[in-house]
Nanobody, 122 residues
Framework: QVQLLESGGGLVQAGDSLTLACTAS????????MGWFRQAPGKEREFVGL????????LFADSVKGRFTISTDSAKNTVFLQMDSLNPEDAAVYYC???????????????WGQGTQVTVSS
C-alpha cells in the first residue's frame, strides 16, 4: 500500500504563510483524488481542500478559500498545501489523504498520512 507522509508543519505567527507537503512512498495513481483535512483539539476532522492528482481545479472549504492553494509535483510524488494569511483558527493537525471519489467527506478516503501539526500564534 502506498504510504503518505506529511511534512512542513510548525509554529507560525498570525498572518504568516506555511507550506505542507505530502509525499507518497510510490507512484500516485492518476485516478486518485488528493485531499487535505485538519483536526483541532476537541473538534471533528474537517475538510480543507482537494485536487485530482491528474490535474484540474482544486476545491476548498469556505474557511480557507482564497488563502490556501494545492499544487503537485509528479516527479516527487508530492502534493503541497500552500497556506497564506494564517490565523489561530487554522491551528490543527493537518492530514493528507488519497481517495477515488471527488469528495469532501473524510470517510471516502482510503489512505491517510500520519498528520503534521500547525500552530498559529496570535
Amino acid at each position: 500500500q502506498v504510504q503518505l507522509l506529511e511534512s512542513g508543519g510548525g509554529l507560525v505567527q498570525a498572518g504568516d504563510s506555511l507550506t505542507l507537503a505530502c509525499t507518497a512512498s510510490s507512484r500516485i495513481y492518476s485516478s486518485w483524488v488528493m485531499g487535505w483535512f485538519r483536526q483541532a483539539p476537541g473538534k471533528e476532522r474537517e475538510f480543507v481542500g482537494l485536487r485530482r492528482w491528474r490535474g484540474g481545479s482544486p476545491l476548498f472549504a469556505d474557511s480557507v478559500k482564497g488563502r490556501f492553494t494545492i499544487s503537485t509535483d509528479s516527479a516527487k510524488n508530492t502534493v503541497f498545501l500552500q497556506m497564506d494569511s494564517l490565523n489561530p483558527e487554522d491551528a490543527a493537525v493537518y492530514y493528507c489523504a488519497a481517495g477515488i471519489q471527488y469528495s469532501t467527506v473524510a470517510s471516502d478516503y482510503f489512505n491517510w498520512g500520519q498528520g503534521t501539526q500547525v500552530t498559529v500564534s496570535s
